[in-house]
Nanobody
Framework: QVQLVESGGGLVQAGGSLRLSCAAS????????IAWFRQAPGKEREFVAA????????YDVDSVQGRFTISRDNAKSTAYLQMNSLKPEDTAVYYC????????????????WGQGTQVTVSS
């Protein structure tokens, strides 16, 4: 079991950067896939990025377009989402999620979720 707490969201001007953190606790963290999702008002929760236990990462290229970087530090039991060149369309509540084993792009496969952190990008 993994418990997740996100932080790092806030208000930023377009073109700026934010670094989201997902602090985790639990004995299975190092064996878990960690993913970031986001949900904007009126839209479905969408996959942003995921990182495997060994640091291998995958992204929603259409949405992220190389601007975001996901990483993890198992020693610190923390995952990160570095967001650069932010755009107003990135505005959403960002959630981290975890599951044991391989990652999925569908949120329904994740059994552990953080509370979410708001990211607002102004024009």
């Amino acid at each position: 079991q993994v418990q997740l707490v996100e932080s790092g969201g806030g208000l930023v001007q377009a073109g700026g950067s934010l670094r989201l953190s997902c602090a985790a606790s639990g004995r299975t963290f190092s064996q878990s896939a960690i993913a970031w999702f986001r949900q904007a008002p009126g839209k479905e929760r969408e996959f942003v990025a995921a990182v495997m236990w060994n640091g291998a990462a995958t992204y929603d290229v259409d949405s992220v377009q190389g601007r975001f970087t996901i990483s993890r530090d198992n020693a610190k039991s923390t995952a990160y989402l570095q967001m650069n060149s932010l755009k107003p369309e990135d505005t959403a509540v960002y959630y981290c999620a975890a599951r044991t084993g391989f990652y999925y792009r569908d949120s329904k496969y994740y059994n552990e979720w953080g509370q979410g952190t708001q990211v607002t990008v102004s024009s």
